[in-house]
């Protein structure tokens, strides 16, 4: 715990400084898990704040204060997937009214960038996180949670409110959905035409 059990209490009880010692103890490390889990730079501010402010006007369905940390981690995984969910309709809001030409273009952007960013990070973990957004939004928080932030199968059952065999079976399932991208992945590059030195003095 970063903080005391009974800041904890005073910031439940409606303390207004005892609660605003909470938020600057954990701010970091909400920022981080964010971070982690949506992927997007310029909308960590945002959504930690939507997380803080869910914290606040749901304190008092704390049932005990030991509980906080993976409460709050259970705030901070709901409004990520909150995020994730709008963000994706939104895309396909958008990509309804477009015409062909402009998904054509859209498409190609999206692939320009992702080339970039592949440039720019290492090789290992840029195939991590391309694989993992092939896979549903909750497989890839459940294996961001465990496999990055470090949390074991007890913080998990405490955030999804769920059994130990129940997280372990949600772990192994995210983790073969992982497995069959990759096996895809690899399947699709095996399967690429080779250029011959022909070809490729031709497009140099």
Same mark, same amino acid.
């Given at each position: 715990m970063l903080v005391d059990l009974d800041l904890i209490r005073r910031a439940q009880a409606g303390d207004a400084a005892a609660f605003n010692g909470v938020v600057t103890a954990y701010r970091r490390r909400i920022l981080g898990t964010v971070a982690r889990l949506i992927g997007r730079p310029e909308d960590v501010e945002d959504v930690a704040q939507e997380v803080f402010v869910r914290l606040y006007f749901s304190f008092d369905q704390l049932r005990a204060p030991e509980g906080f940390e993976p409460w709050l981690y259970? =705030?901070?995984? &709901?409004?990520? *997937?909150?995020? =994730?969910?709008?963000?994706?309709?939104? $895309?396909?809001?958008?990509?309804?009214?477009m015409t062909p030409e402009q998904v054509t273009l859209a498409d190609a952007r999206a692939g320009t960038h992702a080339s970039h960013e592949s440039n720019e990070r290492a090789k290992t973990r840029e195939l991590m996180e391309s694989l993992l957004r092939e896979v549903s939004d909750d497989d890839r928080t459940l294996l961001m949670l465990k496999e990055v932030e470090g949390l074991s199968i007890r913080d998990l059952e405490n955030i999804y409110q769920v059994k130990e &065999?129940?997280? $372990?079976?949600? *772990?192994?399932?995210?983790?073969?959905?992982? =497995? $069959? #991208?990759? #096996?895809?992945?690899?399947?699709? *590059?095996e399967h690429e035409p080779v250029k011959t030195d022909k070809e490729h003095g031709a497009n140099a």
């Open positions: 259970r =705030l901070s995984v &709901n409004a990520a *997937l909150d995020y =994730l969910r709008k963000k994706r309709r939104r $895309k396909e809001s958008r990509m309804a009214d &065999n129940a997280i $372990k079976v949600r *772990l192994f399932r995210a983790r073969q959905r992982v =497995l $069959k #991208a990759f #096996a895809r992945r690899q399947s699709a *590059l």
